[in-house]
Nanobody
Framework: VQLQASGGGLVQPGGSLRLSCAAS????????MGWYRQAPGNQRELVAS???????NYADSMKGRVTISADSARNAIYLQMNSLKPEDTAVYYC????????????????WGKGTLVTVSS
């Protein structure tokens, strides 16, 4: 699966951004797509994920400030981020992983190239 993330940029503290990720290629009907981020010197961490069944998970640090959504017809996911803080500055990546009937992901995830979000005044 090929993933193309977009929507990053420079935003002031307290501002908002909407990230988009489009998937193409062989897309399994059962899947989980997610947003991760990686700040300089830090490990990549989960921001939010959404399964093809509509199950959503948010990182505790982002709850209340982000909303993940999906458009299955376009094989795309979105991340609406509000009340952004300087510590949200990172490269944001989307990923894709197939899921079995029991809801467990399997195989290695596919990653997009990432989009840079910079929160600064």
């Amino acid at each position: 699966v090929q993933l193309q993330a977009s929507g990053g940029g420079l935003v002031q503290p307290g501002g908002s951004l909407r990230l988009s990720c489009a998937a193409s290629g062989t897309i399994f009907e059962l899947n989980v797509m997610g947003w991760y981020r990686q700040a300089p010197g830090n490990q990549r961490e989960l921001v939010a994920s959404i399964s093809s069944r509509g199950t959503i998970n948010y990182a505790d640090s982002m709850k209340g400030r982000v909303t993940i959504s999906a458009d299955s017809a376009r094989n795309a996911i979105y991340l609406q981020m509000n009340s952004l803080k300087p510590e949200d500055t990172a490269v944001y990546y989307c990923n894709f992983q197939p899921m079995d009937a029991e809801g467990d992901v399997y195989g290695l995830p596919d990653w997009g190239k990432g989009t840079l979000v910079t929160v600064s005044s």
